[in-house]
């Protein structure tokens, strides 16, 4: 897997060749965005299997690395299911990677859509095609809009602490050539109160039956934005992301990072000594605030999600 720790000025691949070496991969946020986790825990299990391993500590330990990314869950559940039904381990790993990626190909044709020629886009956190395996979700409308030749511009979150956007959006979009500009967290009021942003499309961690989502932390805020501004406010997520044993956002359990990723930019600390740090990694954001989810299968408002439409298989 690429190392998105060392992006954006090092490019490198991470193998993982034991059920351990996912759990740190996952847990160290070398791969990171729910659907890439749950893509990594895919391969934890067949890894796992066809080392031999014992399958529950395995599962187990993938399943205490990052609790609020709802695919991670979804994935160990789908793959294992598949190989108990005499599947190779192999062969189901891919077939749940291969269905999130063309669930996410089509979520970028469906949500070029909603991209007018000369469009604003504002994003937080980086849901590309690192976050994802290949396309995205919230930049791959992004990218399909600039693939059909409209014109657009990206405002890129920042994303503190971890930086996603800084370090990953930009550094996918400057690899395909779309324009746009990194600001500030704090600087997404500014922008949508005069006007400039034309919508937001975010990503999502995990989606509740009601349509409440969790996403990186600061989503809320820039949804709050939306609606007092009221431009559309879009989440984007393919079917492993939706979980329909929670019925709202109450439900969603808030992963706590180390306070050092607050208290430092990387090895240099910015904090007076003896500071401390709040770090909740994500925040969620309640259907009310949501103008509509971007599927594979169309744009649906939340209350129309149905498990039988978006089930994977
Ligand atoms: O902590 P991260 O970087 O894993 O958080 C990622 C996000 O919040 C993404 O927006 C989300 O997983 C959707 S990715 C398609």
């Not at 089509?106 to 976050?131: F, K, M, R, S, Y």
């Not at 014109?151 to 503190?160: A, H």
Request: proline content about 6%; hydrophobic content about 45%.
């Amino acid at each position: 897997m690429i190392d998105q720790r060392a992006l954006p000025h090092t490019f490198e691949i991470f193998r993982a060749e034991t059920s351990d070496e996912i759990a740190f991969a996952i847990k160290d946020m070398v791969v990171r965005g729910a659907p890439s986790i749950g893509a990594a825990a895919a391969y934890g299990v067949a890894i796992s299997i066809i080392n031999a391993e014992p399958l529950d500590q395995a599962t187990n330990k993938i399943l205490q690395t990052r609790p609020t990314a709802g695919d991670l869950f979804f994935a160990v559940r789908n793959v294992s299911e598949m190989i108990e039904a005499g599947m190779d381990p192999d062969m189901a790993a891919n077939q749940y990677v291969d269905t999130i990626v063309e669930q996410c190909r089509a979520i970028g044709e469906v949500g070029a859509e909603l991209i007018p020629d000369g469009g604003n886009v504002l994003t937080h956190c980086n849901a590309g095609a690192l976050a994802t395996v290949d396309h995205g979700t919230a930049l791959a409308p992004i990218r399909a809009a600039a693939e059909a030749g409209k014109e657009l511009f990206g405002f890129v979150d920042e994303t503190r602490p971890r930086l996603q956007g800084t370090r990953l959006t930009a550094w996918e979009l400057a690899n395909e050539e779309i324009p746009h500009a990194i600001i500030a967290d704090s600087a997404a009021g500014y922008y949508i109160s005069r006007g400039e942003v034309d919508l937001v499309i975010v990503g999502a961690d995990r989606i509740c039956e009601n349509g409440d989502f969790a996403n990186k932390i600061g989503t809320y805020t820039k949804a709050v934005l939306a609606k007092t501004h009221e431009i559309p406010f879009y989440v984007a997520a393919p079917a492993s992301t939706f979980d329909f044993d929670l019925k709202s956002g109450a439900d969603i359990p808030i992963e706590e990072r180390d306070p050092k990723e607050v208290l430092f930019v990387g090895e240099y600390r910015l904090a007076p000594e003896g500071a401390e740090a709040l770090n909740p990694s994500f925040d969620v954001t309640p259907a009310s605030l949501v103008t509509g989810i971007i599927t594979d299968k169309g744009i649906i408002s939340p209350d129309e999600i149905d498990p039988d439409e978006l089930r994977m298989y």
